[in-house]
């Protein structure tokens, strides 16, 4: 089976530097999947990875090690608008289904 | 182009009702789904359509029936509900790879 571990909650400060981990345990693996959702709203796609590596968009980057089961989402020059939770995801390689984390809730102080 | 849409936004049902909750996409794409969200819980797969014509259970199925009308439409059915089933109910359509494109919710309480 899939299990992914990320933390419950961030703060930061406008302006920081976050970053939120996820670790993975999978039969297969595909790649590693981000999803920004606000409160209230519904999930959006942020960013894939399947290769090792850091891939940069804009300011948001997502950071892949596949020997290590591990990666993160950064989040630079945080603003207000930042605040939100944020759920790593993999998929199934039994069952090619989306397996998603339990989230981490960001909280970004003026 | 509207995306994910699902009807209603929000509903009210007493235990033992049913309802359907209905969810269409004009992405054109294949894959559809359904979540569902509990506070803590992340989004957890309910039933899944790979192409149309095609459903399959995922982690959480019980109490629930799925139909793929035809492409665009993914609807899911609650016979009898139960208060266990007060959530938050999303569709979504896969896109590329791992990424999905998620409807805007329909907010279910059962009392």
């Known amino acids: 089976g899939q299990s992914l571990e990320q933390p419950s909650e961030v703060t930061a400060v406008e302006g920081a530097i976050v970053q939120i981990n996820c670790t993975y345990q999978t039969s297969g693996f595909y790649g590693l999947s981000w999803y920004q959702q606000h409160d209230g709203g519904a999930p959006t796609f942020l960013s894939y990875n399947a290769l090792d590596g850091l891939e940069e968009t804009g300011r948001f980057s997502s950071f892949l090690s596949r020997s290590d089961s591990y990666g993160y989402l950064l989040l630079q020059e945080l603003q207000m608008k930042d605040s939100a939770s944020y759920f790593c995801?993999?998929?199934?390689?039994?069952?090619?289904?989306?397996?998603f984390g339990t989230g981490t809730r960001l909280q970004v102080f003026p | 182009n509207a995306g994910v849409t699902q009807t209603p936004k929000f509903q009210v049902l007493k235990t033992g009702q049913s309802m359907t909750l209905q969810c269409a996409q004009d992405?054109?794409?294949?894959?559809m789904y359904w979540y569902r969200q509990d506070p803590g819980m992340g989004l957890r797969l309910i039933y899944y359509?790979?192409?149309?014509?095609?459903?399959d259970k995922g982690e959480v199925p019980n109490g629930y029936n799925v139909s793929r009308l035809n492409k665009r439409e993914f609807s899911l059915r609650l016979e009898s509900a139960a208060p266990s089933q007060t959530s938050v109910y999303f569709c979504?359509?896969?896109?590329?790879?791992?990424?999905?494109?998620f409807g805007p919710g329909t907010r279910l309480t059962v009392t």
């Open positions: 359509s790979a192409s149309e014509g095609t459903t």
């Open positions: 992405m054109n794409h294949n894959s």
């Open positions: 995801a993999v998929r199934d390689h039994n069952t090619d289904k989306l397996i």
């Open positions: 979504a359509s896969g896109g590329q790879g791992d990424e999905q494109y």
